[in-house]
């Protein structure tokens, strides 16, 4: 079962439908959530937890063709029907070369990120490829409203999202000011503004000069964090 816009949705009806008579398809690994429960048609199908406990600490690597299938991306039909758009491995091995390339002091060994979209999400997929790459460590997130306290336990250096997430936030985050006095109101737009100057700076990497580091950790002491 899968949740989209507060309703739930029955994945698994709708692979098994897909499969019905394709005798082709190896195994299907169904990763199962505490709740509801979910039988499985087995031999066929096979649980995600059961094979990673049962499998070894090391895995050979097996050579493949670039244009060898990686996954199926399905489309959520948000702009029309929903499809599925073969992916390849040569296609995620360029763009992850290209994000390493590019944001090379972002995506730096032995830093951390924290992970909320989903692991099917093209995004997600090819970004938790270059935190793989980079040698980064990774703090997965169940639902998104914890993602506020995952980043206070982990203090990561990357989050990676989606435009409505960040949206989602700043609208709380200004109804929680809109509440203030008008004064700690006031003092909270500039501060917002100040951070969009400095973020702005950092995200191509430019050096923040010491006036602007202070008032950088002054808005993140008194506004930011909280």
């Known amino acids: 079962v899968g949740y989209r816009r507060g309703r739930s949705v029955q994945l698994k009806a709708i692979v098994d439908e897909a499969l019905d008579g394709l005798a082709t398809v190896p195994p299907v690994i169904v990763w199962r959530r505490q709740s509801p429960a979910v039988d499985l048609d087995e031999p066929r199908e096979r649980d995600f937890y059961e094979l990673l406990n049962a499998a070894g600490v090391e895995c050979d690597a097996v050579p493949v063709d670039a244009e060898h299938p990686l996954y199926v991306l399905y489309t959520s039909g948000t702009t029309g029907e929903p499809k599925g758009v073969m992916l390849t491995h040569g296609n995620f091995c360029h763009n992850v070369g290209q ?20 692991l099917c999400h093209a995004t997600e997929r090819l970004v938790t490829y ?3 790459q980079a040698g980064m460590s990774i703090g997965y ?7 506020a306290d995952a980043c206070e336990e982990l203090r990561p250096h990357l989050l990676v999202s989606v435009p409505g997430v960040l949206a989602l936030i700043r609208s709380r985050i200004m109804a929680r000011i809109a509440k203030e006095k008008w004064f700690k109101r006031a ?17 191509v990497l430019q050096p923040l000069p010491l006036w602007r580091r202070i008032r950088w950790a002054i808005c993140d002491r008194i506004l930011f964090r909280q």
Request: proline share 2%.
């Open 141 to 147: 997130v169940a639902h998104v409203e914890r993602v």
């Open 187 to 203: 003092l909270s737009e500039r501060m917002l503004a100040w951070g969009g100057q400095e973020a702005e700076r950092l995200s």
């Open 130 to 132: 270059a935190y793989l």
């Open 99 to 118: 994000v390493l390339s590019a944001l090379e002091q972002t995506f730096t060994f032995g830093y951390r990120a924290v992970s909320f979209l989903p």
